[in-house]
């Protein structure tokens, strides 16, 4: 192989390498405010259920595959693949995911704020 094409190659791979290097990797999500079990009941109160698959969550309908699963949520490094996974932005998401990502097919249901709080502690305990 030419040095032409190995000095590419490995500037290549360098260039990958730095920009995962800069990437999120999953790691746990601080919960700051709300009670994980009152959003556990929320999750299946505003049927959250109907579309996601929600470790924990015993309701009719819990392993629902419309939208993605809500499984090793503290793990993961995004919301909606756009919005830093803390809990700040998983409460803004729930409320109005609409106003974040215009579109989207995740509805809004009008869940108050002290809900969607709770309900994000219950996803952020989800390791």
């Given amino acids: 192989m030419p040095r032409s094409r190995v000095r590419a190659w490995a500037a290549l791979a360098g260039l990958v390498a730095a920009g995962c290097a800069s990437l999120p990797v999953g790691r ?3 919960v700051t ?3 994980p079990e009152f959003g556990r009941v929320a999750l299946v109160d505003y049927g959250c259920v109907s579309c996601h698959s929600i470790p924990g ?3 009719i309908g819990a392993d629902a ?3 993605p ?3 090793h949520w503290s793990l993961r490094s995004y919301i909606a693949g756009s919005l830093t996974n803390d809990q700040a932005n998983l409460v803004r ?3 109005d995911p609409q106003d974040i990502e215009p579109g989207t097919a995740m509805p809004d249901l009008n869940v108050s704020e002290e809900d969607a709080v709770n309900m994000s ?3 952020m305990s989800l390791d």
């Fill in 69 to 71: 699963p809500l499984d």
């Fill in 121 to 123: 502690a219950y996803l």
């Fill in 33 to 35: 405010a709300g009670e």
């Fill in 65 to 67: 595959y419309v939208g």
């Fill in 28 to 30: 746990p999500a601080q």
């Fill in 57 to 59: 969550v015993d309701a």
């Fill in 93 to 95: 998401w729930i409320m």
